[in-house]
């Protein structure tokens, strides 16, 4: 079995064609042609850490795919990253194990990053005036790195709560080419930006919908577990279009969730991206829509994007 | 991270020191110290194919394990191994991944061989006149094996269904120093033999209730999932113990199951191996009774002989 670093999967992962490979991905999770058990969660409460272990195959496929996810969140006091990681790529014809992606956590975030580009090329509105960030991360910088093939703004406008996060996202961004603003107030983010980002793992609503500028559209990210939340339920039920990864996720734990058990909405009003990219619904039918897309991140796309680097890597 | 393969694994596991760590894992697990999530199962229907994934984490350990096992069953067709797999040991402080044991599903044959020395050491009558073994696999050879180190018997009465499975086995058998007496039916197995070990996929009962000798110990091993069984639910039910690796999963599909289902018994009765050793329960009481050790595996004997194994190879 061969063992890939993440720089090497870093230089031959091809991020259009790994985009691709998502959106089919979505589509085949949407029209129920994928395996994915049940989340294997794990948490060591003496060491502050957790993992998550997430397996799919996308039935027809050559491989499957096996993640294990960590978070370990005293580590950065040891000189060590929080998070880590590794894809196992296996064959769906022999069972043999292929390939070890020692990715650490890399394409994680670049698979969550790509679904924020897929949302926004379907729901972002034709003119984006500046670009919204919340958040300092590292999925806020790979999600503003991967907008730059959807629009040409090259305006952001981007909340955290560390002074040193917000000055090393500010040098980062211009790096990419962008104005940047630096924002006290989730509030001045949302009167800034028409195409918003929410990357935080906030616990309580950042955005409200009065903030919020018509023709909006808002991507959040960070409601990747239950207890999480970016945005005012209200202003989720309110939008007009709302695109979700997984229904039946989103309905337990995302921001939908929120709405959903507040009674603002009904699930029927819940599209999967998969189907938007199918062709069988639509994301945004005018310019003064307020959309939301709620991304909690499903198995699917780790085994699609590991696919994708696996044919790459194997040359 | 290492690799190690299935070469230097069986090289350096001391097969001692290994059967320790599972008995500490039995008694964590019996203990309620020990993370399982619910086992992740795919089935791949047009490659005749099926994984599974079984994590485990024993509290205050150093490490925990994820293990990927898959079962090929048109393999021998392309000439490779029906069944392969690996274990991935993890830190447990940092999340980092340490090892990767390229084990080919060695590790998941021994630790299960080593636990039916672990209950023969505690079940097996004081005199073994025969040994007697259903099946003609790697389990019934690594059984056979890891037994030696419990009785001084040398006398095996095997069974199988196919006379080539039969023959192999009495060249191995006969190899480890065993006068070997191949058997046509079950039913001449339990005549001659008072320790006997099921080691076949069967999914009906091979072995009937009339036909075993008084203090006889019976552990079954191949009821691993749903539907299998070896022994007659009113042998089970009969028996004067019972002991199980877990009682929550050998009610779900172990031989006891059917004993449970048929109402034939009360889950009152059932006793973990994990109990007895921590000295909290007594497996045989005296030589005329007839026990019976019911073993689907668990994900605490992985993580136990994995971190064993990766202790061994770090050196």
Redesign the interface.
Known sequence: ?N?FDRHRIEQHLDLGVAERWLEEGFIAYSQGKV?A??V?????A??N?D?C?K?A?VE?SET?T?K?S???YD?PA?G?ES??G?M?V?C??????LA?L?DQGWLTGMRTALAGRIVARRMAPAKVEAIGILGTGTQARMQLAQLMPVTTCREVSVWGRSDAGLAAYRDYAQALGFDVRVEREPKAVAEAANLIVCTTPSREALLQREWIRPGTHITALGADTSGKQELDPRLVASADRIVVDSIRQCSQYGEVSHALQAGLMSPARLVEIGTVLAGDAIAREDEGQLTVADLTGVAVQDAQIARCAFESLRG
Chains 1, 2 share one sequence.
């Open positions: 079995m063992v395996q058990p049940p294997q969660t794990f948490v060591f003496q060491s850490g993992c272990i397996s195959y027809g499957f096996v294990v960590t978070g370990f580590n040891r060590l998070n880590d590794l196992l296996l769906a014809r022999t069972g043999q194990p070890l020692a």
